[in-house]
């Protein structure tokens, strides 16, 4: 099995990160001794997450609650682990929820993630996950990092701008480690104290924090609606470019015009093999020349050696066109009745697959109806992405 | 046409609001006479909605944002007019927005509403609505009321208890109108400039405002949630006990725990009227005796009769039950596609119907697979509730 693709972000090809966070490491008031420019700035974060989630009024802690299956708190790690300059992070999780910590980072193939038993409170637990990080625990595999980024297990939607901001008025205010929050209460503690310098980063609205149900629900849509961004279609010709197929990606491209909408062929496979190392989430396989399921499973085959859906489900609606007077049309519904049998299959994987035929008449204004339908209903399934009618052939 | 039926709340039947207000006009310390105790008080509402939607990130103003095809500001008005003691609701809008304001009101069907120019500041809005309050107006319609609750335009979720707090606390406080917000910046005004009286009333996590992207997603979350807590199964059949529609019904009640199900025959309709009045806006017509729409149609007959799918959209799911061994499948599919044409006509009237097609195959355990389901995709139509999927025949 591939281990599946990193998260979108700048890291492999795009230094940018990492160099400023080098930039603002030089000017840190507090560093003991000069350090090379060349290298970078050693940064980790403590995730505070040993919360009981009482303001939710579910019996599951807050940052374990699912959103589309995964857990809250996988959302924030992804989006931690994709700023590459964050050399390690810490959770800080209750003995009770530990095994389920460690079950998470392994279904979801999270890295650089260390466990520490969480405090009775919040500060007790950021507490541990500093000493974890300390330099004189003998068995630990993480290096001392100059700044510790203190980050909400329930702020799934941080940006690594934000983050940059915060490691740089780390090391010019050369403030400790607990007024790194995006709040003010630890703030105001640092404050209060006085023996530390602190400085209140401005944040941005995407920072806001999971705290009622109501924001488990708007994470749900925000989620779908990212993911919904990039349709890729597969057709399953070339040949000529003014067929049914081309008319539907018009028609897609016109009706969702804030979409990215690509094409991808399954031979030869590259452009396809690159679509999904971008993590597209969304296929569309158009079928004019054949009604079997040929290219749909070629399709499903490459999706799941991708391992791309370990983090989001994958919608993929197989397209078939359908001339009602030709064809007899339970002749093609019986032979399309077998996706039902492959949906099964592929939903265990996390993929979504549905049916969709569209009626072809040779009437020009009624095939732009019916080609407009399948589009409706293509985007109704993108973008409300339920399980619940997976294996479905739908008709346009 | 008949008029919508009332929104939820206590109005006709129980008055316990009126009373518990009444009890709080006669603690009013500013009555300059004695009020006779049966009056009732007269309660007034402002709404200021001449807000920009700045912060939303989306060119309509918030409060005229669509949550289920129906603008934000409408629910506002019919939480607060389900509150029988509010006489009149007062809205401020802008005059660009005049007109559709006025379109919202008829359309929905809102009682007791006047429109004023909103002013340049909120403060100016909520002026211009006290101004067309006061007894002086000569073409007035309006009654001079005791209190008058502001509240803003893009906070649906108000409930009846907490507007009956701020109507008590303003009898025994007797302070002005604009500290009747349930923020802290008009309290803070109030304090500030010291010739009145303030109480900050404890307000509830409903009572959040819709300010970001996030929030409308949160709200029509929300609102999809509390209108899918009730279902109506309606049955062509209740000779046999024991048969497959109430097999589909245990099953129904036992996945779906947390909804009531509650069962209604369309001959004798009285039930199914008074579930309707109840306003259940979900509905599984199970046909077990027939495999045509008849019994459907006469339950849409109500439904559009009842016009209880002015305010939000009614899920309707025609099912049916087939042997794919003794009746050939494409023969029931070719009868039950004409569910697409009915679903475009009711589609018009806000009514989203749906067919599904169970197997009911001998073997017990097949059998009870396929309506669990049964169940599961009903459950998704009626949480989805989105009419990219109106006339489609679902199999299960």
Redesign the interface.
């Known amino acids: 099995m591939e281990p599946r693709p990193a998260a979108p972000g700048p890291c492999p090809g795009d230094s940018r990160g990492a160099e400023e966070a080098a930039a603002a490491s030089s000017l840190n008031p507090a560093g003991a001794e000069a350090q090379p420019r060349r290298r970078a700035p050693a940064v980790a974060a403590v995730l505070p997450a040993g919360g009981s989630g009482e303001?939710m009024g579910v019996p599951t802690p807050k940052q374990f609650c699912p959103i589309l299956e995964r857990p809250l708190i996988s959302y924030t790690l992804q989006a931690l682990e994709r700023v590459c300059w964050i050399k390690d992070i810490v959770v800080a999780v209750t003995g009770e929820n530990m095994e389920a910590m460690k079950r998470i980072i392994q279904k979801y193939q999270h890295q650089r993630i260390s466990l520490v038993e969480a405090g009775v409170t919040r500060h007790r637990s950021i507490f541990n996950g500093l000493k974890a990080l300390a330099e004189d625990q003998p068995d630990s595999k993480l290096s001392k990092p100059e700044v510790v980024i203190i980050h909400d297990a329930v702020r799934p939607f941080v940006e690594e701008d934000v983050l940059l901001k915060v490691v740089t008025a780390a090391k010019e205010h050369g403030c400790s480690d607990y007024d790194l929050e995006f709040g003010t209460e630890c703030l105001q503690l640092a404050l209060k104290y006085g023996h530390i310098n602190a400085k209140l980063v401005e944040g941005s609205?995407d920072l806001?924090k999971v705290t009622?149900k109501?924001?488990l629900?708007?994470?749900?849509?925000?989620i779908k609606e990212r993911i919904s961004q990039h349709i890729c279609i597969v057709m399953d010709t070339k040949e000529d470019e003014n067929h049914v197929g081309h008319y539907l990606e018009e028609i897609l491209k016109n009706e969702l015009n804030h979409v990215k909408v690509t094409s991808g062929a399954l031979c030869p496979a590259r452009d396809l093999e690159q679509i999904i190392l971008e993590q597209c989430y969304n296929y569309v396989c158009v079928n004019v020349m054949s009604s079997d399921f040929e290219e749909t499973r070629k399709l499903l085959n490459m999706l799941e050696e991708s391992n791309l859906s370990i983090l989001y489900p994958i919608v993929v609606i197989s397209v078939y066109f359908l001339d009602y007077k030709s064809v007899?049309?339970?002749e093609k519904?019986?032979s399309l009745?077998q996706i039902?049998e492959y949906a099964k299959e592929v939903k265990k994987r996390n993929i979504l697959l549905s049916g969709l035929l569209i009626y072809f008449p040779q009437d020009e204004q009624k095939l732009q109806a019916s080609l407009r339908q399948g589009v409706?209903?293509i985007?109704?399934l993108i973008?409300?992405r339920?399980s619940?009618?997976v294996g479905?052939?739908?008709?346009a």
Chains 1, 2 share one sequence.
């Open positions: 303001r609205p806001w009622y109501r924001d629900y708007a994470a749900e849509s925000i007899p049309f339970d519904m019986e009745i039902r409706t209903i985007a109704t973008k409300e339920n619940g009618l479905q052939l739908l008709v």
